[in-house]
Structure formats: structure tokens, C-alpha cells
């Protein structure tokens, strides 16, 4: 194999390992993904060896090793700047977890080895000579783009239901289709995701969401059945799974991996409230969880202010301007930007699909930009409407941020000779919003004068 997808000097450096342990009487290959990715012509990231020699003897043999897993057999060697995983060929056993095995026993033949793993694409190695070791067929099956699981697929995921989720992954990153029976395997144990740590079942919903196919792999998880099976909350009905997927054929658009978990909440009918909420007990990072929260927030401001704004009024569009300009500040212009993006990645016609409960509300709030046109703002051009409009005004605000205010707290303590205290901010966050919406200059004099009108109409 020429290793045409991995970075210059990973293979040369792994031949090197793999060479000094041939050399020293052991068998030793190339195995899994990087072949797999090899033959795809995928690029390759990392590349793992699995060898007939026991892990003590790996750490004899190099001067730089890392006892990574040394009861499963695994060891990083590094070499010439790049690690990799050395592993012993072993056979598992008795998965009373579903997820871990309990006996791990060193085997001879790499065939056996083989046997364990999950997917036939991942059961294929390579040695240095080129050739592949494939006693289950996995090259035809990457050929085929089928996901397919190594001997009885009910054994497999009942020994690790993680494999389940990364049946899905696969068939989603890779484009791939499943075997009949490896789905209905997977539909026979599906029960088993219980057992599986919620971080893990997060791992690889990431990876779902936001990989190349993300809406081909939603379509499974919900053909599936497998995430109201999981340890996290998981509120949804079929219907308001087939609703969101009608919402969501654009999430494949966006760039940002919260704009994706942003669509989908809000496609769900989820306010930013439960998102953070439903985030928080899927395990997502805190950054993750206050993105996508304030994208929904934007969109709760932005569907309030137009609930609210008055039909046929000539003034309706400067009072949606205002409270659109109210949203960026309160919000962030990232949020109110993210927001802009989720409108356009949403069909045209959302708002006029049929649905009932929640999934009848997410259809109702999803269209925005025709409420906007109803509102009396005028379109920019076909297919724009709000979110180029929404832009403009954004554009034109002398100031976004209180960082940008021509005064801090303390100048306004200072001018207006009184202790700071709460009463700062939300002077500041006053004279910020007449900044914005252009009817104060951002100049430290004019800022300061309203300031005091402000003080001194109160004391009035």
C-alpha cells in the first residue's frame, strides 16, 4: 500500500515500528481506519498497528512508549514525532457492562484478532509488504459502501451498544448504507444503549450532527429508535421527529456545529431555556451550551417583537427595527447572526406545514421572515427578505457592544458625582441602546449630557 492519504513522514515513521518488530521475530500490521481510509482515498489522521508481540516486549523494543492500555495490550510508541498505537493481538470476552470486556487473552494469529472488532471496514490490516490480511470481506464492503458487522451482528452490539451509535456514524460520515442484517441486529438490541455512559452517546452524536451527512444520519437515529433508549432525556415523539426533519434539510448548510444543534432544538420546538437544559444532561461543554442558547434567545426576542408589532402600522418597521437592534445587544451580534443563518437554512415554506402540539408551534415559529414581510418590511431580493434586512441594520449600528460605549461606568459616576453602584450599568445600557439605534452620537459629550437628563428626569 503506498499511503497516498497520510501526512508526509506518519507512514515512513510506522514502517519504521513495524519493520523493528518483524525484525525481532514478531508478525506486525497496519489495521482499522487508516486502512479502511487508505483504500477510500480518504485522508488518513492516525494510523494504529496491532502485532503478535505482548505489550512488554513493545516496551523493550523502543526507547519512547507510553503504557496507554497495557491490560488490553496497548502501547504508543512514538517515533519521529508521531505517536502510535501499538496493540497486541487478543481476543475478548464476557461484556457484562455491554461495554467492556472482562477477559482480555493475547492470541498468535491476527485472524483472531480480527474476529473481535466491530465492522468488517475495520477488520481489514495491512502489512509492510502491501498486502491485505481480509478474511471478512471488508475491502469488498468499502467498495460496496456498506457497514457491515464482523460474524452475527446481534453478538457484537450486545457486546459493546456503543456500536450501535457508531453503526449510525459511519453510515452517516461515510455515506454508507447498512447491511440488512446488521440493522436488524441493531434494531434487536437497541434496548442495550441503556448501559452506554451519556458522554459517549454525546461523542458520537457530535460526530453526526455535525460530519458531512448530518441529515442522512438523523434519519436513522430516528428510524432507529436508538436515542429515547439512552440514559439522557430524549422528549420526543415520532411526530415531532418527522416535523423537525421536515425543518431541518438544510443543516447540512451550516458551518458553525452550534448553528446545527441550534436548527435542530428550535426544529424541535425547544425553547433556549430547555435547550440549556437538555444540553446540559447530554454532557455538552458550557461554550456549546451558551451558544446555542443564544441563538434560540435571539429568535424568542425577535418572534416576540413580532407578535407584538402592530399590522398595517407605517411605524412597524422602526419598532422592529429597534427591537431587532435590542436583540443584537442583549444577545450578541454572533447570536443574532447565527439566527439570520438558521432562517435561511429553513425551507421556504415552513410556516405553512400542517402539525399539531409541539411540533405545530416549531413549524409556526419557523417563519419569521414571512411574518417580517407581513409586518410591512419590504424584501431585498428573491429568496432574502428579513435576514438581509436584519443585516443592514446591523450594519449601520455606530456600536454593538458596551465595549464600543464612548463612556464607561466610571466617567458616569464620575460626571454625575454620585457612588457607583447598579444604577451604572443600566444607565449604560440605556445610553448603549440610543447609541445603537443611531438617535445619540457615540461622543463621551453628548453621551454624558443624556446621561444627566436621564438622572434628572428620574429624580423628577
Request: include cysteine; hydrophobic fraction near 45%.
Amino acid at each position: 500500500m503506498e499511503w497516498k492519504m497520510a501526512p508526509a513522514g506518519m507512514a515512513e515513521a510506522a514502517e519504521n515500528v513495524i519493520d523493528k518488530l518483524m525484525e525481532n521475530g514478531h508478525e506486525a500490521f497496519w489495521v482499522g481506519g487508516c486502512v479502511r481510509d487508505e483504500l477510500m482515498g480518504r485522508p488518513v489522521h492516525d494510523m494504529d498497528i496491532t502485532t503478535s508481540a505482548l505489550p512488554q516486549e513493545v516496551v523493550a523494543l523502543f526507547p519512547r512508549t507510553v503504557p496507554t492500555g497495557l491490560q488490553h495490550g496497548t502501547v504508543t510508541v512514538l517515533e519521529d514525532g508521531h505517536a502510535y498505537e501499538v496493540t497486541t493481538y487478543r481476543t475478548e470476552s464476557g461484556y457484562a457492562d455491554h461495554r467492556r470486556p472482562e477477559q482480555v487473552v493475547f492470541v498468535r494469529d491476527v485472524k483472531e484478532d480480527l474476529r473481535r472488532r466491530d465492522f468488517t471496514m475495520n477488520a481489514i490490516c495491512c502489512g509492510a509488504d502491501g498486502v491485505l490480511t481480509d478474511p471478512f470481506g471488508g475491502a469488498e464492503d468499502v467498495s460496496r459502501r456498506t457497514v457491515r458487522c464482523v460474524g452475527d451482528a446481534e453478538e457484537r452490539f450486545a457486546e459493546d451498544a456503543l456500536r450501535m451509535l457508531r453503526c449510525v456514524r459511519f453510515a452517516s460520515v461515510l455515506d454508507f448504507s447498512v447491511a440488512k442484517n446488521t440493522w436488524r441486529g441493531l434494531l434487536r438490541q437497541r434496548d442495550k444503549l441503556a448501559h452506554i455512559a451519556v458522554e459517549r452517546l454525546r461523542a458520537e452524536l457530535e460526530r453526526i450532527v455535525e460530519g458531512p451527512h448530518p441529515l442522512r444520519g438523523l434519519g436513522m437515529l430516528a428510524r432507529s429508535g436508538l436515542l429515547p433508549r439512552g440514559k439522557a432525556p430524549f422528549p420526543w415523539t415520532d411526530a415531532d421527529l418527522a416535523a423537525a426533519a421536515a425543518l431541518t434539510a438544510g443543516i447540512g448548510e451550516l458551518e458553525g456545529a452550534h448553528l446545527r444543534w441550534a436548527l435542530l432544538l428550535h426544529a424541535l420546538g425547544v425553547s433556549a431555556m430547555e435547550a440549556d437544559t437538555l444540553l446540559r444532561a447530554w454532557t455538552f461543554p458550557g461554550t456549546t451550551r451558551t451558544a446555542v442558547a443564544r441563538v434560540l434567545r435571539v429568535r424568542e426576542a425577535w418572534t416576540a417583537a413580532l407578535e407584538a408589532a402592530p399590522a398595517g402600522d407605517p411605524g412597524a418597521v422602526e419598532a422592529l427595527r429597534r427591537q431587532w437592534i435590542a436583540a443584537v445587544l442583549a444577545h450578541g451580534s454572533a447570536a443574532a447572526e447565527g439566527w439570520l443563518a438558521l432562517l435561511e437554512a429553513l425551507p421556504a415554506a415552513a410556516g405553512s406545514a400542517p402539525g399539531g402540539g409541539a411540533a405545530h408551534a416549531a413549524l409556526l415559529v419557523a417563519a419569521p421572515a414571512d411574518a417580517a414581510t407581513a409586518a410591512g418590511l419590504p424584501r431585498t431580493g428573491e429568496g432574502q427578505g428579513f435576514p438581509a434586512i436584519a443585516r443592514q441594520w446591523m450594519a449601520q449600528m455606530p456600536v454593538q457592544a458596551l465595549a464600543g460605549l464612548a463612556v464607561t461606568g466610571n466617567d458616569l459616576a464620575a460626571a454625575l458625582e454620585q457612588r457607583p453602584g447598579p444604577w451604572v450599568g443600566r444607565l449604560l445600557q440605556d445610553l448603549l441602546q440610543g447609541a445603537a439605534t443611531g438617535d445619540l452620537r457615540n461622543q463621551p459629550e453628548e453621551l454624558l449630557l443624556e446621561a444627566k437628563r436621564m438622572v434628572g428626569h428620574e429624580q423628577h
